[in-house]
């Protein structure tokens, strides 16, 4: 079964509101979860590394206030997408590894596909 | 340049073929993993298998099978006798330290079409 869990599956908003997505860890702690974004027919692409009790790492090129990422717990982790605008449009994808190394593999959320009217 | 490159961005096969998704990594580390993901159309990746730097040894699940060459920085995946279930995008990944964290890196994916 699912071991990373991803709300809402899909999403439809109006243009400048904000939008929440929920990433889980079912049945283990993750200090680090990791927040992809995927644009159809292309590869996933790596938005930010969130780190549990301190302030996510982005990417290069991410706007750190338009998506604001939260990792207050060792189970959760949220992506809020803020002044949400047509571009925004996508699926956004989190994961997390059962340990925090390189050899864990990672675990992934069923996606969130976002749609910005 | 990219490190982690599947140079086939789509492959058509009618069921029961053999087909081999190509993988080709780039890294200067000495310790690093690959990994293996399947994208089927639901979206959900799910991981299919792993290998570390210093494990060279193929590995055969069924019918997949997974070929790891360092001498060609390459880490092919072969599926046989492919059925209509086998139709997803695949991923190759790359796990290097970065920073004292391994960040993992995908490639382009592999949209493997598998006819009936």
């Known amino acids: ?117 | 340049a990219q490190k982690v490159t599947q140079a086939q961005t789509e492959i058509s096969v009618v069921e029961k073929e053999d087909v081999t998704l190509d993988c080709v990594y780039e890294t200067r580390d000495t310790t690093y993993y690959l990994f293996w993901y399947k994208q089927p159309p639901s979206g959900e990746l799910v991981f299919l298998i792993r290998r570390n730097s210093f494990d060279e040894q193929n590995e055969i699940s069924g019918r997949y099978s997974w070929n790891f060459q360092k001498s060609t920085s390459s880490f092919n995946f072969t599926i046989t006798a492919s059925q209509v279930v086998d139709s997803a995008v695949y991923f190759c990944a790359l796990s290097e330290e970065t920073g004292g964290s391994y960040i993992p890196t995908f490639g382009r994916g592999t949209s493997l079409i598998v006819h009936p």
């Open chain 1, 1 to 117: 079964g699912a071991v990373v869990s991803q709300h809402p599956s899909r999403v439809i908003c109006k243009s400048g509101t904000s939008v929440k997505i929920e990433c889980r860890s079912l049945d283990f702690q993750a200090t680090t979860m990791f927040w992809y974004r995927q644009f159809p027919k292309q590869s996933l692409m790596l938005m930010a590394t969130s780190n549990e009790g301190s302030k996510a790492t982005y990417e290069q090129g991410v706007e750190k206030d338009k998506f604001l990422i939260n990792h207050a717990s060792l189970t959760l982790s949220t992506l809020t997408v803020t002044s949400a605008h047509p571009e925004d449009s996508s699926f956004y994808i989190c994961s997390a590894r059962r340990r925090d190394s390189g050899g864990s593999p990672l675990h992934f959320g069923n996606g969130t596909r976002l749609t910005v009217t």
